[in-house]
Structure formats: C-alpha cells, structure tokens
C-alpha cells in the first residue's frame, strides 16, 4: 500500500474511533458528576458509584438528556439503621429529573434485627436465609434446644409485616399452627408472632412493591415516581457543583 493510501486510511480509521472515544470520555465524566452529587445528597458511609446504561453522544447531552442510569450508594444512615441502595432511573435529564424508576434497599440482617420488636427474656435470634425465604435461628427451652424459625414476608401500610409460618426444631419441620401450646416455651411462642417493621421513612412518590431475603440481606423492592425523582432533583441543587 502507498504512503498515501495509508495515511488515507488512517484518517478514516481515526474519523470513526474519535465520536466514539469522546463519547467514552463524556460518559465518563457523567458518571463521576453524578456519583458525587449522588453522594452529596444521600451522605453515605461507604462507596458511591454511578454507571450509564448506553455511552452518550455529545448531540445527546446537548439535547439535555443523559439516559437511563443505575446508582449504588453503600451504607446509608437512616433512622439508626444501616442499608444498601441500588437504583435504576430512568430517562434521566442533564437537570437531575428522570422519567422515574426503580430501587432495591437491601437491609443486612445484624441490623433487620435491631428493628424488631424485642420480645421474652432470651437471647437475641439470628436472621438469615435458607436460600427460599426468611430465618430465624436461636435456642428454646431450659435445655436450650436449637431452633431455626421460617418467615413469610409481606407488605402493609408502610409496614414489612414478617409472619413466622414454619419451626424447625431437632431436624422436624411443623408448621407453626399445628404447634402444640407446650411445646414451646413462653418466649419462643411470643417470638413466632408477627411482627411489622415500620416503613414510614418513604417519601412522597415512593412506594414498596415487595421484599425478599437474600444472601446479603432482607431485599425491599421500591418504585420511584417522576415526581418523586423530582423533587429529589430539587432537594439535591445545593449539590450540584460538588
């Protein structure tokens, strides 16, 4: 190939991959922006990330549209309790507003458990997961038996209503209700009642649309409004030029 053909074909290499490549650099830049007034507006303990789900043409930016987003905000603080939170935005505005979304705040169980209603005398139970649903697993009896309780999850009025269905106990399975009155003791059997822990955090706009026990922790599913976004928008201004 002559010097010329190459030099040739270098430039029209160069008049594709360059779009592209600026495209890379302000996506990049976005997703930084975003991540500190991010972290500006919720003051989380641990790490902030923001990610774009499609790389952004400057023509876009111009427009005053950056596109879907997804953020994750690590150990926020709210009301003595600590939480994850991963959120999907949708059709979000160079103005912070979006078209609404969705969230999942994911509870650990350590702290699931600061949140219930202390109940008997004994020793604090431990929350978990059998891989399906919601565990509680701890002793009963004088003779301290092992005992693992399996919950359902619910919601209510801004509430998660956990309602004890199964006991495990000396590796047999019974369902709550066929239990015999003695066969636990008095602090075990109020244990096995349901408990609600509140929701009453929510703002305006945000609803909860289910909940599940996960490996890290108790899952509650969020939909975010527009509105809702909104007015997060408005709130989080102050942060803009962080």
Same mark, same amino acid.
């Not at 690590?74 to 603080?77: D, S």
């Not at 495990?168 to 709550?176: A, F, K």
């Given at each position: 190939m002559s010097r010329r053909r190459l030099l040739l074909a270098a430039t029209a290499a160069l008049a594709v991959i360059a779009p592209l490549f600026a495209g890379v650099v302000v996506t990049h830049h976005a997703e930084q922006r975003i991540s500190r007034v991010a972290a500006c507006r919720l003051a989380p303990v641990g790490h902030v990330s923001a990610t774009l789900d499609s790389s952004l043409a400057p023509v876009k930016l111009l427009g005053g549209s950056i596109g879907d987003v997804d953020i994750h905000a690590?150990?926020?603080?709210r009301q003595g309790t600590s939480m994850d939170l991963d959120a999907h935005l949708r059709q979000v505005t160079t103005s912070g507003a979006s078209q609404g979304g969705d969230a999942t705040v994911t509870i650990p169980y350590a702290q699931l458990v600061k949140r219930l209603p202390t109940v008997g005398s004994g020793t604090p139970w431990t929350a978990g997961t059998d891989g399906t649903g919601l565990t509680f697993t701890g002793t009963t009896g004088t003779l301290g038996i092992p005992v693992t309780v399996h919950a359902d999850i619910t919601l209510g009025a801004n509430t998660l209503i956990v309602t004890p269905t199964e006991v $495990? /106990?000396?590796?047999? $399975? /019974?369902?709550?209700d066929a239990l015999p009155g003695e066969a636990m003791d008095k602090s075990t059997a109020q244990r096995l009642k349901p408990r609600e822990v509140p929701l009453t955090a929510l703002p305006s706009g945000v609803r909860a649309t289910g909940a599940k026990a996960t490996s890290e922790g108790l899952a509650v599913h969020l939909a975010l409004t527009a509105d809702a976004t909104r007015k997060a928008a408005k709130a989080a201004s102050g942060c803009a030029a962080a």
């Open positions: 690590g150990q926020l603080e $495990t /106990v000396l590796g047999r $399975t /019974v369902p709550v």
